[in-house]
């Protein structure tokens, strides 16, 4: 039992959680909504501010993601906050850096916590989705 807590506890210090924009209200020190919960899956890590957008050329945006990306791995998640458009050029960036795979955490309102998703976007399964 000690050696699985030990080894949960070295994942979870090295694990990182990516929030992609800070919450809405940040900057006037009032958030909307706490990703504090984030915590218990490593350290939290802002990449940008509330205040980023996407608006005509991704260029330089995507050049800071990728510097602030670059040590993205298999421990690590991916906290989709912010603009729907630089989510998903994170996601994909972040794909791109760890050869298709990542995960993110999906926040469920109903229990109050993250739950962890694998994304393999290489992965071949014999079902399809439904």
């Given at each position: 039992?000690?050696?699985?807590?030990?080894?949960?506890?070295?994942?979870?210090e090295s694990m990182t959680v990516y929030c992609i924009?800070?919450?809405?209200?940040?900057?006037?020190?009032?958030?909307?909504?706490?990703?504090?919960?984030?915590?218990?899956?490593?350290?939290?890590?802002?990449?940008?501010?509330?205040?980023?957008?996407?608006?005509?050329?991704?260029?330089?945006?995507?050049?800071?993601?990728?510097?602030?990306?670059?040590?993205?791995?298999?421990?690590d998640f991916l906290l989709l906050v912010g603009d729907?458009?630089?989510?998903?050029?994170?996601?994909?960036?972040?794909?791109?850096?760890?050869?298709?795979?990542?995960?993110?955490?999906?926040?469920?309102?109903?229990?109050?916590?993250?739950?962890?998703?694998?994304?393999?976007?290489?992965?071949?399964?014999?079902?399809?989705?439904e």
């Amino acid at each position: 039992m000690y050696r699985n807590n030990l080894y949960k506890r070295y994942c979870q210090e090295s694990m990182t959680v990516y929030c992609i924009q800070e919450p809405p209200g940040t900057a006037d020190g009032n958030p909307k909504y706490n990703v504090m919960k984030a915590l218990s899956f490593g350290e939290v890590k802002f990449l940008l501010t509330e205040r980023a957008q996407l608006v005509y050329s991704a260029g330089s945006l995507i050049n800071k993601l990728r510097k602030l990306l670059k040590d993205f791995n298999d421990e690590d998640f991916l906290l989709l906050v912010g603009d729907p458009a630089i989510i998903a050029a994170t996601s994909a960036l972040v794909a791109d850096i760890n050869h298709g795979k990542f995960k993110v955490l999906k926040w469920d309102r109903i229990a109050g916590k993250y739950y962890p998703l694998s994304i393999n976007l290489y992965q071949k399964e014999d079902k399809d989705y439904e």
